[in-house]
């Protein structure tokens, strides 16, 4: 993004790469070849200054692709289902018909693998599925119809890892442990999971991506009320002073931190999706996330703010799912408040809903609210209302509404 290019611009940084640049540029060898090579993504030689003791590393990455960062984000969630199969051309043709501009697309699922093959002698070979059977024809239909591509990494809910390294996991009486959905989640504490997921990151800015996306960047839901039940590390962290709570939240935005800076050079943008009501409260202790603290590290911050997703009278709404303007209103003003104190400002691109939630009104006697046309411009309003113009829209079955304005 601009006010990111134009902060590692710097003046003094800028006159000795113009002065060192023909001396700093070694010449490759076989070996640079075989390692930098990944189809067709080009590498550039990096330039290391050092300048009052801080070292400045910067790599140019061509990934054959040119996407323009469009006026406002406004993307659908597209699985690697989708991406690969025949619904992925009337998604495009839905992106082109309206004022949608990008998509989501998934690369590493919520099981944790990847949705493609990766070549052969990648270390992710094991983990990959040949849902998008060609990912490179994919990139190419997206930049030729200008779609702004982001990739969706889930992080921390790694069924396929936790099966395979426990010693990565929680367990509980010997075996890995699983919530109530059969879902097994790696531990954030532990720095084999970071790097593993960011070389997958690194991969998907290699192909093209323009945005990485983490999800699940968080310990599993309610881990407050099993912590004592559950065997795991807490690698670099087992001898801070800080209790159980902070050590969470310390090892959730260090993540972060450590992401956006490893992804530094591709000069991609890095997001991280988080629950809506992080932003209402100081931390979600149990989960490790803090939303000022992860948003300080992110250039893009993508709040979960699904109606059907918040429980009764907050905000003073009975029932937030039937009244999607107010709710998401409300929040946006929150979240306005808290970024408003933040010196590194993240770009908010909230996930709004655009599906049914049935089973939050059973037993209440209250008809179902429908999502359609309606329901879906009261929440792009209500951000519009509050200034925020960009927005990311969640159906897990990517069937969207049709005729939807998407620019109320």
């Known amino acids: 993004m601009k006010n990111k290019q134009l902060k590692r611009l710097l003046i003094p940084i800028v006159l000795l790469l113009v002065i060192l640049l023909p001396f700093a540029i070694p010449e490759k060898s076989s070996g640079d070849e075989e390692l930098f090579a990944h189809d067709h993504v080009a590498r550039q030689t990096s ?49 082109n018909n309206s004022d949608l501009n990008a998509m989501v697309i998934d690369i590493k699922e919520d099981h944790g693998y990847l949705t493609f093959k990766p070549d052969e002698d990648s270390p992710f070979v094991a983990i990959g599925q040949n849902y998008i059977k060609d990912i490179q024809e994919m990139m190419k239909t997206l930049e030729e119809n200008q779609i702004y591509p982001i990739a969706r990494v889930v992080v921390f809910k790694d069924s396929v890892l936790a099966k395979n390294r426990p010693d990565l996991s929680f367990t509980e009486n010997g075996s890995v442990w699983k919530n109530n959905r059969g879902e097994s989640f790696v531990n954030p504490f532990q720095k084999e999971v970071w790097e593993y997921n960011v070389e997958i990151a690194k991969m998907a800015a290699e192909m093209g991506f323009k945005e990485i996306q983490f999800d699940y960047v968080r310990f599993p839901e309610g881990f407050e009320r099993r912590d004592g039940d559950l065997t795991y590390s807490q690698g670099a962290y ?12 310390q090892a959730v935005t260090d993540f972060v931190e450590y992401a956006k800076q ?9 997001s991280v999706d988080i629950f809506g009501y992080a932003a209402t409260i100081p931390e979600a202790p149990g989960i490790g996330q803090n939303f000022s603290k992860i948003s300080e590290n992110v250039d893009v911050i993508s709040s979960m703010i699904y109606p059907s997703h918040w429980s009764n009278n907050y905000f003073g709404i009975p029932l937030p799912d039937a009244e999607p303007y107010r709710l998401t209103d409300e929040y946006a003003k929150v979240e306005n408040e808290v970024l408003s104190k ?9 996930w709004i809903q655009d599906f049914e939630a049935p089973w939050i009104y059973n037993g209440t006697g209250i008809p179902v609210t429908k999502y359609g046309k309606k329901e879906v411009e009261a929440q792009i309003k209500a951000l519009q209302d509050n200034g925020i113009n960009e927005y990311l829209i969640w159906n897990a079955g990517n069937t969207y509404t049709q005729n939807v304005d998407y620019k109320p």
């Open 262 to 270: 490893e992804l530094e050079p591709y000069d991609i943008d890095v």
């Open 342 to 350: 933040l010196e590194n400002r993240p770009v908010s691109r909230p």
């Open 238 to 249: 087992e001898d801070s002073e800080e209790d159980n709570v902070q050590r969470r939240v």
């Open 47 to 95: 330039i290391q200054l050092i300048e009052q003791g801080v070292s400045i590393k910067r790599f140019v990455v061509d990934s054959g692709y040119n996407f323009e960062y469009p006026d406002a984000v406004r993307g659908i969630y597209v699985t690697g289902h989708s991406a690969g199969g025949s619904r992925f051309n009337s998604l495009v043709e839905l992106v």
